[in-house]
Each structure stands twice: as C-alpha cells, then as structure tokens.
C-alpha cells in the first residue's frame, strides 16, 4: 500500500460546479496535512493545512480530515478556470525531529468554461 | 518575505559531470528541505536541515548527493558523477515550523 494514495485524474468539472480531490494515508501517525496545488512546469503552492479532525474553510476552499478513516479531501467551491492544476496531498508524522513531507502523486484537476 | 529562491532555474550537464544547485530559504525559518520531482510523481523527500544540522536523509540520497547548510542559512545540494536518472526538478523548501514553503525549482537535465 503507498503511504499517500490519490486518485490521478483527470478530474473535469464546469466552471462555478464544486471539485473534490480526494486523499487516503496509512501512516496512522501522522498528524499534520497539507494541500498543494502546482501548475504545470511550476514548483508546489502550499493552499491548506490541517492538524485536527473536521472540517478547515479558507475563501472557496474547504479541507476535511477523519484521522479515523486515515482520509483527508478539499473542496473547491465555485471553481475557476485558473483552478486548472495538479494538487498534491502532503502527509507529516509530526513529532521529534521528523518535519518531512510524503506526497501523493497528485490529482490533475481541470475546470471548463 | 521575499519567498524561498534557487539558483540556477535550469541546468544541463553532461554525464558524470558534478553540479551544485543552491538554496535561500525564507529568513526566519530555520528549517530548510530539499525535494525532487519527476514526471507525473510528487515530490520526494532528499534531505532536511534544522539550523545548520542535517537530521534526516532519505535513501534515496546515494553516496553522490551531498548537502550543507552551513551557517544556518542557504543551502547547497551537489550531485557528482551525474546520472541520466538524475534528471528532475530539485525542489527546495523552508518552514519555520510544519508549513513548508517551495522555492521555483532547479530542472535538471542530465545528457
């Protein structure tokens, strides 16, 4: 099992319509949870962070995390062409000296006008 | 914040030649990450450095890649005897505590 699964697309969706990306973990202790999003030929843009079980808003975005089900998605409300872009899920484990990220593969998502 | 910044943003080298790519993180984080991405994958994780303290390295980092931050403020990454395989982007971050942020990236073409 990879330690950060995502599904790689591509995901379409018309303009203004809701995206959700998806993102399963099995490191059961990880405590930290990213959201990136990288346009092609780009470097990674951090977009959301989560620690805690729930859901965390930020303008048209929403990230929800269940440590239970080791599941953690982002909603992308009203979405926009410009949204267009792989977004890549980060896991840490958190604790002593251990800051390294693991990413998934990333979901290539694609608004149409 | 003038963000993180890498030099040089591309780089093409012959085979077996040695390369050195830098690394200026965002001024106040003392904690600095070194990532490469290939193709269609995420980026994964090279190195980390807390100060001028290297406290991990992946194992992916073989004998040919050496890393140094050394007063605690931008880094170096140096490849020797460079492989086609080495070909990626080489991403840097910085963070001062879980929340990294990316400088452009180094592409790196081996020929």
């Known amino acids: 099992q990879k330690e950060v699964e995502q599904n790689s697309g591509p995901l379409s969706v018309p303009e203004g319509a809701i995206a959700s990306l998806n993102c399963t973990y099995s490191d059961r202790g990880s405590q930290s949870f990213f959201w990136y999003r990288q346009y092609s030929g780009k470097s990674p843009e951090l977009i959301m962070s989560i620690y805690s079980n729930g859901d965390k808003e930020d303008g048209r975005f929403t990230a929800q995390l269940n440590k239970a089900s080791q599941y953690v998605s982002l909603l992308i409300r009203d979405s926009q062409p410009s949204d267009s872009a792989t977004y890549l899920c980060a896991v840490n484990r958190s604790g002593g000296s251990n800051y390294k990220l693991t990413f998934g593969k990333g979901t290539l998502l694609t608004v149409n006008p | 914040d003038t963000g993180v910044s890498q030099n040089p943003r591309h780089k093409i080298t012959k085979r077996g030649q040695n390369v050195t790519f830098r690394c200026d993180p965002i001024?106040?984080?003392?904690?600095l990450y070194w990532y490469r991405q290939t193709l269609g994958q995420g980026p994964e994780f090279l190195t980390y450095f807390q100060n001028e303290a290297q406290l991990e390295k992946s194992r992916l980092l073989s004998d040919r890649f050496s890393a140094e931050r050394p007063k605690g403020s931008f880094s170096t990454l140096e490849i020797q005897r460079t492989e086609q395989g080495d070909s990626a982007m080489y991403l840097c971050?910085?963070?001062?505590?879980?929340?990294?942020?990316f400088g452009p990236g180094t592409r790196l073409t081996v020929t």
């Open positions: 971050a910085s963070s001062e505590y879980y929340e990294q942020y």
């Open positions: 001024s106040e984080h003392n904690r």
